[in-house]
């Protein structure tokens, strides 16, 4: 946990969402579907607050956590610039694991877009969980976030001096077999946990939750080069380019094309 609040304290989440906008305009427009039309909702890992704003701005009440300190704070402050401090219940600094003081079946829907793929034992992978269930109504929506070990496995491929330890063939068969990731360089990317796809379900279905859907967070829109998409553009076929990876991202063959995966689901 200290590995993962040192590095999001340095980097640059809210940018990042900024420099990368696929996966937020496709994780909102997927959250927007399936959002109940008013109530409570829980942003559990929430970093800086990019999806907050956004709900707190439709009206929902908003209760924001995250486990980086500097991140809560950073949220405050942004619901304060926005004018928008109203819509929030509170901003807690917590583990997803143990979200100690948050009552039982407090919310109409949850997020939990970061948190998962950070716990590496099944142990607390299951607690986070869990945790979720417990904090969520009955029937309640949830979104949760997922690394894909397949995309992991291609990139590392691509750029094996970037991904390191991932910088043999070798480092890359035991990864596959693990799903356990942890930057040989110092300062690179915390310590992670990569789902094989065919995972996902089962892991939280077997937890109580429902499925409704499973995305690809980018779609296919990583294999697309910045070269590449300018070419749409230039067509005028920008908004029609970003439609189609809207609807590719349901497309179940293309899901390890996507290196974060929003599952969907619902609170028995």
Do not use: C
């Amino acid at each position: 946990m200290e590995n993962v609040i040192d590095y999001y304290s340095r980097f640059d989440e809210w940018g990042r969402l900024d420099r990368e906008p696929l996966e937020f305009i496709i994780n909102w427009h997927y959250m927007k579907t399936y959002l109940p039309p008013i109530g409570n909702v829980f942003d559990n890992g929430a970093g800086p607050g990019k999806y907050a704003m956004e709900l707190a701005k439709l009206g929902y009440r908003v209760t924001l956590s995250d486990l980086t300190p500097r991140l809560v704070e950073m949220a405050k402050e942004k619901a304060d610039e926005l004018g928008i401090a109203e819509r929030f219940n509170g901003f807690h600094v917590l583990n997803a694991a143990h979200l100690d003081g948050l009552p039982n079946e407090g919310f109409d829907a949850s997020l939990m877009l970061g948190p998962l793929y950070h716990l590496q034992s099944e142990e607390e992978r299951i607690s986070a969980v869990r945790e979720l269930f417990r904090v969520t109504k009955k029937g309640g929506i949830v979104f949760v976030a997922f690394q894909s070990r397949m995309r992991m496995t291609i990139t590392s491929l691509q750029y094996p001096q970037h991904w390191k330890p991932n910088d043999t063939i070798d480092a890359i068969k035991e990864f596959r077999e693990t799903g356990i990731f942890n930057h040989a360089d110092k300062g690179r990317f915390t310590g992670a946990y990569y789902f094989d796809i065919s995972e996902i379900t089962p892991f939280m279905e077997s937890q109580g939750f429902e499925t409704v859907d499973l995305i690809g967070s980018s779609s296919i829109g990583g294999l697309i080069t910045n070269e590449q998409r300018q070419l749409w553009e230039e067509k005028g076929e920008s908004q029609r380019l970003m439609d189609l990876f809207i609807e590719l991202a349901k497309d179940p063959y293309v899901l390890g094309t996507s290196s974060h995966l929003l599952y969907i689901g619902r609170r028995k």
